[in-house]
């Protein structure tokens, strides 16, 4: 009788764990019922996770179901992710404020090409911000380029260009990373149009002329 009951008792609590890993959709977005917390979807063109982490709840949705994972590097009290096709978007607590490219305080990049798939150069960080077994790497860094580019996008003129993506002479996308948020990157499109350089920031709908360091950087040698 004592086997049957502690089998009984064993079930009982797998069953709980189970059900406990199941969220539930909202208004506004999904819930963990076992923390209380509401998660929302991320602007896209915006923030996403660099990679994913173990999988943490998971949402039936249109008789689908969504798996969300944690953010390595990242408290899931604050952000998950979950995956469409292989690609991997970004929601977050409704208590956590969506930050813009300054907030983000961008240190280094990747940049992309028209595909936004793989990088084909980066911006590093400034030494400081590496470890100090790997200092010695890198005496110089262009944290100060992702800097030019905050910078543009927060206090830039807002300009209007009328053009469609297959009228771009260059376009690169920037992957920009942070000590802030180490599991995330934020994306800035790069563009040329009529021979002049401008910076897009999908997430708030603005478009900038780009830093003349940065387009140098980019087009010279």
């Not at 602007?43 to 953010?71: A, H, S």
């Not at 798939?117 to 470890?131: I, K, N, Q, S």
Request: aromatic share 14%; net charge negative.
């Amino acid at each position: 009788m004592k086997r049957i009951s502690a089998f009984i008792l064993a079930l009982c609590m797998l069953l709980l764990v189970g059900c406990a890993k199941k969220g539930k959709l909202t208004d506004e977005g999904y819930l963990d019922p076992r923390s209380g917390i509401e998660y929302v979807e991320v602007t896209t063109m915006g923030l996403y996770p660099v990679d994913p982490g173990e999988e943490f709840i998971t949402i039936t949705k249109d008789k689908e179901k969504i798996v969300f994972n944690e953010v390595l590097y990242e408290d899931p009290s604050r952000f998950l992710c979950y995956s469409v096709e292989g690609n991997y978007f970004l929601v977050r607590a409704t208590t956590v404020k969506e930050p813009t490219l300054s907030e983000f305080n961008p240190i280094a990049a990747a940049i992309c090409g028209a595909s936004n798939t793989m990088p084909f150069d980066h911006f590093f960080a400034d030494p400081e911000y590496l470890p100090e077994d790997r200092r010695d790497e890198l005496t110089v860094g262009e944290t100060a380029l992702c800097k030019q580019v905050a910078d543009a996008i927060e206090n830039g003129e807002a300009v209007d260009v009328n053009a469609q993506y297959e009228d771009f002479g260059t376009l690169y996308y920037f992957h920009f990373y942070s000590s802030d948020y180490p599991g995330l990157y934020y994306i800035i499109a790069f563009f040329e149009y009529n021979g002049r350089y401008f910076l897009r920031d999908g997430a708030i709908g603005k478009t900038v002329y780009c830093p003349y360091d940065v387009i140098v950087r980019l087009t010279v040698g």
